[in-house]
């Protein structure tokens, strides 16, 4: 599966963004997706998750009520709706696939896409 993000940007404290995730490759429903995000000088962090139908949400504690992961089928991408933007939130995100929608939680997807930057200013 080839993953590639878009969407990323510059954006006030309380602003949106919406990312977005476009797959290739393989049979998209064939793979849970998820979103994560790298903080300069931090480890890698879970933000959010989605089944492979769409079934099946999860999201990290930090994001919970700002963010939304959806997915659509048919045009073979999964999106980031994140709300009420604060400073914390900038970061280097990348999307995910896994199988297992376990495995994309656990941070063990099979595939990456490269990231791209939301950077939030207070």
């Known amino acids: 599966v080839q993953l590639q993000a878009s969407g990323g940007g510059l954006v006030q404290a309380g602003g949106s963004l919406r990312l977005s995730c476009a797959a290739s490759?393989?049979?998209?429903?064939?793979?849970?997706m998820g979103w994560f995000r790298q903080a300069p000088k931090k480890e890698r962090e879970f933000v959010a998750a989605?089944?492979?139908?769409?079934?099946?949400?999860s999201y990290a504690y930090s994001v919970r009520g700002r963010f939304t992961i959806s997915r659509d089928a048919a045009k073979n991408t999964v999106s980031l709706q994140m709300n009420s933007l604060k400073p914390e939130d900038t970061a280097v995100y990348f999307c995910?696939?896994?199988?297992?929608?376990?495995?994309?939680?656990?941070?063990?997807?099979?595939?990456w896409g490269q990231g791209t930057q939301v950077t939030v200013s207070s």
């Open positions: 995910a696939a896994a199988p297992r929608l376990g495995s994309v939680e656990a941070g063990t997807a099979d595939y």
């Open positions: 490759g393989r049979t998209f429903s064939n793979y849970a």
């Open positions: 989605i089944s492979r139908f769409g079934g099946d949400t």
